[in-house]
């Protein structure tokens, strides 16, 4: 298996000064409604998270910082209610292992289109003063 290219994107953007996101999560249930659009590989029996809520959970987590599989799930055990219910994580959180096995069985070109026509949507529409502005989805943290 690959090794995960978070690590490289992280070294590459760690001079990169961002602008604070908006405190409304509009882009992110925007998102998540789209996420949930992607075809899901598991069996219905057993599921116990939505696979919108789980990539949802991943983009977020990488964003906010995490570099592996338990690190996101740890991002989801350590993060505010009110974030867990936005991403559609009721009564508890996935571990490292739910994880791996499903992303291990997305259909990645799925993914791509679903994202890239979400971030598409951003930079075919210009954004008129007043309009909300994709900055991020993840609590800012201040780089040193």
Not at 7 to 32: M, Y
Not at 64 to 69: I, K, N, P, V
Not at 135 to 143: D, K, N, S, Y
Request: charged content about 20%; proline content about 9%; hydrophobic content about 40%.
């Amino acid at each position: 298996m690959p090794p995960s290219p978070i690590g490289s994107l992280v070294r590459h953007c760690e001079d990169a000064i961002l602008p604070s996101p908006p405190t409304e999560p509009v882009e992110l249930t925007a998102l998540l409604d789209l996420l949930s659009t992607i075809p899901d590989p598991r069996r219905v029996r057993g599921c116990r998270y939505r696979l919108g809520s789980l990539l949802a959970l991943c983009l977020v987590a990488v964003l906010g910082g995490a570099c592996s599989l338990a690190q996101i799930a740890r991002f989801a055990a350590d993060s505010a209610p009110h974030l867990r219910e936005i991403l559609g994580l009721y009564k508890t959180t996935p571990n490292a292992s739910t994880l791996g096995r499903v992303l291990s069985r997305l259909d990645g070109d799925a993914v791509d289109d679903v994202i890239g026509s979400w971030l598409g949507g951003y930079a075919a529409d210009p954004v008129e003063e007043g309009q909300h502005v994709l900055v991020g989805l993840a609590p800012w943290t201040e780089r040193r």
